[in-house]
């Protein structure tokens, strides 16, 4: 089948990439000259992993193109698939629609024929409703359906959770063609008995910020029940792995330390809570308003953390940052909270140089006053404590003998609780979590 991808970002171009391997023609429409031109040569502008080799591969075959052009993408296909961001509106909690009004304004118009507009980007619950008006509007003698397919994506495992997904979800007004072209669509998928839950526009709307509000609340939780083990001196780690048995639990997302970020979670609970507000319903959301005040607050436990162990002031304190990208196997620093927490200490005084395997250029276009190294020993020369961000596999396995000769104490902060404590404790280091 012939598509259009319209916006090649993150999700976009993941989309567009895996749809090709499917076995479709693929348009991917980006207005970014610079990205364009990357994404023409196969090349990815952002760190996924399996993405590349995949991008240049149908880009070599010719099963995915790359332009600019709306008029191309409405005489290319009928089926046109919306991935622009939805970011959070400055200085507001409410969702930034604007990229996909875009979209919709210039799309529609040139419209020819009869088509399906399917949203994958993650929206405020009615916008498939207020768009299909837009829709009817602006469609000259054709008929255009709008219905959501919502994406579920893993940052680091993009590829893997487009090609094999854990569910489908199709919302779509009655009477309409949604449901038999996404059924065509995914028909390779299907037939791995992968479950496709077919429901109206609103309820997949909901089923996308529900799902991203429940993972956050896992993580704020366990989080929480951190603080209260610091008090009382008890494990988390271990707290986590008995209530992970429990079938109705679950042991995923319950890894406590410094939080979540990303472009995802922060932003989609604060736009739930502000479309509830709209909806005259914010009060089934205020404990939602805690969880993203339990994230945040274990950014600032990180830095005074480190001012106690840094005896109580951070002024002349190096400080070395391991990890800035808000989880591994990504280069994204959105609402990071490594750097978050980087930024704080700089700002009471300290030398903070920071180290990624994969997030530097991003990290210094986000925050240019932070020193930056290219290795894990270079970021911890003369260090007085470092600190352990971003739960990479490199981290993980650093020897702590060895990082001990480079450092000025070894005072090590395991943000993540990924370092084998035992290990670090042996070689000398004061570790703390």
């Known amino acids: 089948m012939r598509m259009v991808v319209l916006g090649l970002g993150y999700l976009g171009a993941t ?30 502008p952002f760190y996924e992993p399996g993405l590349p080799d995949l991008m240049k591969r149908h880009i070599d075959t010719g099963a995915l193109k790359i332009s600019d052009s709306y008029a191309e993408a409405a005489e290319f296909a009928d089926v046109f698939f919306i991935a622009v961001g939805t970011p959070q509106k400055k200085g507001e909690y ?76 199709i919302g779509a007004f009655p009477g309409g063609q949604a449901e ?31 799902a991203n509000a429940f993972l956050a609340t896992k993580i ?24 992970g048995y429990d079938a109705r639990i679950g042991r995923k997302f319950l890894n406590a330390g410094l939080g979540f970020g990303g472009g995802c ?46 005896g109580g002031t951070l002024l002349g304190r190096r400080i070395a940052i391991l990890g800035a990208a808000f989880k591994p196997e990504s280069d994204d620093v959105r609402d ?21 395997p994969k997030a530097m250029n991003n990290s210094r276009l986000l925050f240019p006053t932070l020193d930056y190294a290219t290795s894990a020993s270079e970021a911890c020369q003369k260090a007085d404590v470092v600190l352990v961000l971003t739960e990479w596999p490199e981290f993980r396995d650093i020897d702590p003998e060895q990082l001990g000769t480079v450092v000025r104490h070894r005072n090590v902060i395991d943000g993540r609780l990924c370092l084998p404590k035992s290990e670090w404790i042996t070689a000398g280091w004061s570790y703390r979590a």
């Open 94 to 169: 409410s969702a930034d629609l604007s990229y996909v009004d875009s979209a919709v304004e210039e799309l529609v118009p040139m419209l020819r024929n009869d088509a399906l507009i399917l949203g994958k980007s993650t929206v405020p619950v009615g916008t498939a409703s207020r768009l299909s008006e837009r829709v009817d509007e602006l469609a000259k003698d054709v008929q255009v359906e709008v219905a959501w397919n919502p994406e579920f994506l893993r940052e680091g495992f993009a590829v893997q959770d487009t090609l094999h997904p854990d569910r489908i979800v």
């Open 220 to 243: 704020s939780f366990i989080n929480a029940i951190a603080e209260v083990c610091d008090a009382a001196g008890a494990d988390v780690t271990a707290i986590a792995d008995a209530i």
């Open 265 to 310: 979670l922060p932003k989609d609970i604060r736009a739930f809570m502000a479309r509830a507000g709209e909806l005259g319903a914010a009060e089934a959301l205020t404990f939602l308003r805690e969880v993203d005040n339990v994230n945040m607050r274990r950014r600032t436990r990180m830095v005074e953390l480190t001012k106690d162990v840094c």
């Open 336 to 356: 990071s909270p490594a750097l978050n927490v980087a930024g704080q200490i700089q700002l009471q005084g300290a030398s903070v140089t920071v180290y990624d």
């Open 180 to 210: 038999a072209l996404c059924r065509e669509i995914y028909a390779s998928v299907l037939e791995a008995e992968t479950p496709m839950i077919v429901t109206d526009p609103a309820t997949a709307e909901l089923v996308k910020t529900s």
């Open 15 to 44: 989309h567009a990439a895996c749809m090709a391997e499917l076995g479709h023609e693929v348009l991917g429409i980006e207005v970014v000259p610079e990205k364009r031109a990357q994404l023409a040569e196969g090349r990815v």
